[in-house]
């Protein structure tokens, strides 16, 4: 008869990919499970997807094309800032979701065996829909008002993986402090409420004075969203800012993944 024996892995910082390959099948079942329970008994389903980040995206018009009337270069503001949102909106999703997804999974982690990862990752996979409906809403804009985006738009995929990464790099670190510290689901509402304001969604960095640039920028999503905007916009491309944003995403995704495996050797127990 075989036996399996588990082992603790030997590196903190070790990324089991040949377990979450192999655990692939669950990932997708429950990222479709998240998927369907999101949507499940609403009265317009799926549609929610749509309303939204439309609903946000008009919130912030309102704030600053409207009433502040931010610059945009000639760019109609609601490109400018819908731009933003395909960043920030799977940021903020994944943030979210990640911040339960652990404790919400507790009677499974106690029961079985599975490479803890694969929680964080299927919510990084579910939030991937959310994504692309942004994505669809943006070159809808793009046909209404017939605009024209720039030849940098060949860099796009570049910067949405990046993106992917950065809710990736949030969502491990939330969902492990969350499983230690549990006021962790009532402060992130609170820190994404403010995030949306202290990112350029709707504004541009240029926007900012200049004695707060770098703190400003150390936000890793200004440079992520300054890069899909120039993706489509065009413009200067944003050298430090992107640059910076790279440094700050490795740094969280790095001690995310070293966090995260520190907390799931004693997960169960912790639960």
């Not at 793009?142 to 995929?157: D, E, G, H, R």
């Not at 990736?168 to 304001?197: E, K, V």
């Not at 993706?231 to 995310?256: K, T």
């Amino acid at each position: 008869m075989n036996k399996t024996i588990i082992e603790p892995s030997k590196s903190a910082l070790k990324i089991p990919i040949r377990e979450l390959y192999e655990y692939r099948e669950l990932i997708s079942v429950l990222a479709l499970r998240d998927f369907r329970i999101k949507y499940a008994q609403t009265f317009i389903g799926f549609l929610w997807a749509f309303i939204n980040p439309l609903f946000t995206l008009l919130i912030l018009h309102f704030v600053f094309g409207l009433v502040a009337q931010v610059e945009t270069g000639g760019t109609p503001h609601v490109i400018f800032t819908l731009a933003g949102l395909i960043g920030w909106n799977y940021f903020a999703t994944l943030v979210s979701e990640a911040g339960h997804s652990i404790i919400s999974a507790q009677d499974m982690i106690k029961k079985i065996y599975f490479p803890r990862l694969v929680i964080p990752i299927s919510k990084a996979v579910s939030g991937l829909i959310d994504f692309v409906v942004v994505l669809i809403c943006f070159f809808l804009l793009l046909l209404y008002y017939q605009y024209v985006p720039s030849k940098n738009m060949v860099f796009l995929p570049f910067f949405l993986v990046m993106a992917i990464i950065t809710g990736l790099a949030g969502g491990i670190w939330i969902s492990a402090l969350t499983t230690r510290f549990r006021d962790f689901q009532h402060i992130i509402p609170f820190l994404l409420r403010l995030g949306m304001f202290a990112t350029p969604i709707a504004y541009s960095t240029d926007s900012v004075p200049e004695k707060y640039q770098f703190i400003f920028q150390l936000n890793p999503l200004v440079g992520l969203i300054e890069g899909l905007r120039w993706c489509i916009v065009g413009g200067d491309a944003p050298s430090i800012e992107v640059y910076i944003s790279f440094a700050v995403i490795a740094i969280v995704l790095i001690f995310g993944l070293l966090y995260f495996n520190k907390v799931e050797k004693t997960m169960a127990d912790i639960l």
